[in-house]
């Protein structure tokens, strides 16, 4: 199965080295070539050193042939019109997006779009850690 991950920071290439350990045909795109030394030196998928809202760079990625796509830049507007061109353009059942501002990610969720929002998951995992951390404290006493 192909999948392109779009944006080889920390998260992509992370996503992108986790799909291709599964057996996935996987191809990472970013503007710069040096996010190239993130996907280490086994790396055996393919890398397009392009912007992903470049329709020619999706095409060499190999897009046209993808059942999925992580979209994972570090802008959240460039990640919302790279997944948009993504599902209505190219027609990719599975993109999944990274949205950094809780809100916004929050609002594309509601019209359809699966969204990741680190942020979110963040400030729920360290309230849930003050909640449990404050209960084992009161019952200690």
């Known amino acids: 199965m192909k999948a392109v991950v779009i944006g080889c920071g920390r998260v992509g290439s992370a996503v992108a080295k986790n799909l291709l350990a ?3 045909d996987v191809t990472v795109v970013d503007e710069n070539e040096d996010a190239l030394l993130r996907l280490g030196p086994d790396w055996r998928g393919g890398f397009v050193l392009g912007h992903g809202m470049d329709t020619g760079v999706l095409e060499e990625a190999g897009i046209g042939d993808a059942v999925a796509a992580v979209v994972s830049t570090t802008g959240d507007n460039t990640n919302l019109v790279i997944a948009q061109v993504l599902r209505q353009r190219y027609e990719i059942d599975t993109v999944v997006v990274r949205i950094l501002d809780p809100a916004r ?6 019209r359809g779009m699966h969204t990741i929002c680190p942020t979110q998951t963040a400030i729920s995992e360290l309230v849930a850690a003050v909640r449990t951390s404050r209960r084992a404290s009161s019952e200690a006493v």
């Open 22 to 24: 599964e057996g996935w």
């Open 105 to 110: 990610a929050a609002f594309y969720a509601e």
